[in-house]
């Protein structure tokens, strides 16, 4: 296989097309195969919200799917949220008053200081991840 590789090379290269090297590679009959496309499809606000959420922000370890931990289950913010047609992002930067658990609302507060450094785009990924479960 190896071999016969090579051999297309030594033939395609004799040609004059493209060199060996080069990503671009050719069919036997000497007809660019066209590049599967890799360029990564940028993330959907949705999704770099999850990234966020599991990593950086590192909410999940208060805050679950389906389930109340230290912090209200991300469904039950959600609700609430829909319901009221409040907005999480303003809420993360400190801007608006907790409405699901106002009790426990100093624990939460100290995640403001990650969340104040987020980027807009950010905290609507984050809001629109939350949202996102139901
Ligand atoms: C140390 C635990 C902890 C971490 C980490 C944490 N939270 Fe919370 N969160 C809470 C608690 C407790 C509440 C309930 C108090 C409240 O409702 O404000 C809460 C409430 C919330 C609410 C509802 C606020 C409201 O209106 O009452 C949102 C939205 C929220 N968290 C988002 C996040 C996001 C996004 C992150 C990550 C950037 C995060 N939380 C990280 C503990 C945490």
């Known amino acids: ?6 051999l297309l090379c030594l033939a395609v290269l004799t040609l004059g097309f493209v060199s060996c090297g080069e990503k671009k590679e050719t069919d036997p009959m000497g ?15 949705k999704d770099l919200g999850k990234e966020l959420f599991e990593g950086k922000g590192m909410c ?3 805050h679950k799917p389906d389930a109340k931990i230290v912090g209200p289950s991300i469904k039950e913010i959600a609700k609430m949220y829909t319901e009221k047609k ?5 809420f993360l930067q400190g801007e608006a008053d907790p409405i699901v658990d106002p009790t426990q609302f100093e624990i939460m507060k100290a ?8 980027t807009e785009e950010e905290l609507k990924g984050l809001e629109d991840y939350m949202l996102s479960i139901k």
């Open 1 to 6: 296989m190896k071999n016969y590789r090579k």
């Open 31 to 45: 007809n660019p195969i066209e590049e599967t496309k890799t360029t990564t499809t940028a993330l959907s606000s």
């Open 60 to 62: 999940a370890t208060c």
């Open 86 to 90: 409040a907005s999480i992002s303003m």
């Open 111 to 118: 995640n403001f200081a990650i969340t104040k450094t987020m």
